[in-house]
């Protein structure tokens, strides 16, 4: 039993990480998505093989279905202290906030007034703006220019009594800053106002309860979290009341249908519960068995995660604050509480572009260019074509990946 992260275990679960054709690339693009470990695509083989029917049904592979799809509910509810009925499986973060905004207005008056922010990948941020067509006031809290961060005290001015939503990130997929979620949820509350939180980028870093963060809609995909590529959506259990059903007119009031216009694979959704399982074996690696229930066991194994991601990243971020020409997007440190280790830059010596290549060619995964944060990347001056080069870690990487990234940067940037 240890209390450090054991990599080897780590890295053996993922075979991505271990196996060629993919074995010899220092995997650093994992903002854009995830490695999945054997415990997700097991039950990807399980499901394909054998339950790949209509779910709620009485025969043998069709409630094989239904129960894998109960146990992935039940499972991703746990790990981000929901219930079940607050959690929605859709097919990705962008069709679900589509969903969102079509369920939110019908509720609203013309006049009424939203608050996006500038920061968001477009997921969380075009669908609202496109209400302004309908006669919603749309607000723009903005990011500072230089440093891509937001201030929570010009969100305050501009929250007002017809305030009826707040779009932001948890963390944003380009300046990675962590935002003040809690507090923002607290400002908007004391107005009627909703919260709807974009943690697509936060969520592969620290554990989320969503009763703490009081937001009334918790957005995550699954795929950049070492699962299948679907989205999902945490509704506080109030809210299903408000906003306007989208599923079929028959199934009005069939509360799991709300939000469901469309489900992404059912296969897919059985496997999500493959990352919760994925833990445990982490879990049970390091600290054994134990009686805690999964939110509390998960929230110590992403302590462990957290020390090393910090760890991981320091060397790099050390590097980019200390060269010069060197912009490093969003907050200097690596403390896991201010930022997620995923870190943009720009070099004045040298294009985006350029320093992706240099990247590529010594085998390091990454991309440059905007990420769909395309507003930010506009706004802190940069052609948003080129736009920053991206390298994010997560729990899986190694000192030495970080190593192979930096002696390519200090030679080019
Ligand atoms: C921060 C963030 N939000 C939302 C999305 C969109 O997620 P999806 O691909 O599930 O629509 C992404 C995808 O890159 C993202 O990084």
Known sequence: MTHQLDLDFIRAQFPSLTRAPTSDWAHLENAGGSYVPTQVIDLVTELFSHAKCQPSWDFGPSVLAT?????????????????PAETHFGPSTSQNTYVLAHAFRAGWAEGDEIIVTNQDHEANSGVWRRLADTGIVVREWQADPVTGRLDIADAAALITDRTRLLAVTHASNVAATVNPIRELADMVHAVGGRIVVDGVSYAPHALVDVKALDCDVYLYSAYKTFGPHIGMMFTKADLLDEITHQGHYFNAGISSTTLTPAGPDHAMIGAAAGIGDYYDAVYTHHFGATDAGRFARTAELFELFAAHEENLVSPLLSFLRGRDGVRLVGAPDADHTVRAPTIAFASERRSSAEIYSALIDAKVSCGHGHFYAHR?????????GDGVVRLSAVHYNTPAEIERALVVLDAVC
């Open 376 to 384: 930010l990347v506009t706004a802190l001056g940069l052609e948003p």
């Open 67 to 83: 129960d894998a799809m109960d146990r992935s509910l039940r499972v991703m509810a746990e790990l981000f202290n929901a219930d």
